[in-house]
């Protein structure tokens, strides 16, 4: 089983400028990434046989306010063979929220993607089928931003929050 630190290191060599942050803080340790390496730090984790990270137990993503003008998705990968947990994050921008689909490596993150995107607008790009999930297909908006504003009325109906 690999340490934190191999695993710091594997990651560096597949970033495509070596950049890669530890966050020890984080709840399993993360390596936090450039959006751009996502798709292919994941892909080779996944296909390493030293990793092997057969499973992606979660995908989240986080609006950290118009102040801000970012927002973070997180990846909580697991090796079942290696019963080993990482955390991937990247900072993507809050105006145009775009990030490579990492679909093509697990499926279960088709829903986690769609849900992401239904609540925060996060686009996927290459996702297979990226629409809402959770929400109306004509809902306006996106519930999980910091500066979403709740509907008073929805087809008619009055919502008390």
Same mark, same amino acid.
């Given at each position: 089983?690999? =340490?934190?630190?191999?695993?710091?290191?594997?990651?560096?060599?597949?970033? +495509?400028?070596?950049?890669?942050?530890?966050?020890?803080?984080?709840?399993?340790?993360?390596?936090?990434?450039?959006?751009?390496?996502?798709?292919?730090?994941?892909?080779?984790?996944?296909?390493?046989? +030293? =990793?092997?990270?057969?499973?992606?137990?979660?995908?989240?993503?986080?609006?950290?306010?118009?102040?801000?003008? =970012?927002?973070?998705?997180?990846?909580? $990968?697991? +090796?079942?063979?290696?019963?080993?947990?990482?955390?991937?994050? =990247?900072?993507?921008?809050?105006?145009?929220?775009?990030?490579? +689909?990492?679909?093509?490596?697990?499926?279960?993150?088709?829903?986690?993607?769609?849900?992401?995107?239904?609540?925060?607008?996060?686009?996927? $790009?290459?996702?297979?089928?990226?629409?809402?999930? $959770?929400?109306?297909?004509?809902?306006?908006?996106?519930?999980?931003?910091?500066?979403?504003?709740?509907?008073?009325?929805?087809?008619?109906?009055?919502?008390?929050?």
């Amino acid at each position: 089983m690999l =340490t934190f630190d191999q695993l710091h290191t594997f990651v560096k060599q597949h970033a +495509s400028n070596g950049e890669v942050v530890r966050d020890e803080e984080a709840v399993p340790k993360a390596l936090i990434v450039h959006p751009a390496d996502v798709v292919r730090v994941c892909a080779a984790l996944n296909n390493d046989p +030293s =990793t092997y990270f057969d499973m992606l137990s979660c995908l989240t993503g986080i609006d950290n306010g118009p102040d801000a003008g =970012t927002m973070e998705v997180i990846y909580n $990968l697991y +090796s079942i063979p290696f019963n080993h947990h990482l955390m991937i994050k =990247t900072e993507i921008p809050r105006e145009n929220p775009e990030i490579g +689909s990492v679909t093509s490596i697990w499926r279960t993150a088709d829903w986690h993607e769609r849900e992401a995107y239904d609540l925060l607008g996060i686009r996927f $790009l290459n996702h297979p089928d990226l629409r809402r999930i $959770l929400m109306p297909a004509d809902w306006e908006g996106y519930p999980l931003k910091k500066d979403y504003r709740n509907v008073e009325y929805y087809r008619g109906i009055r919502f008390d929050y």
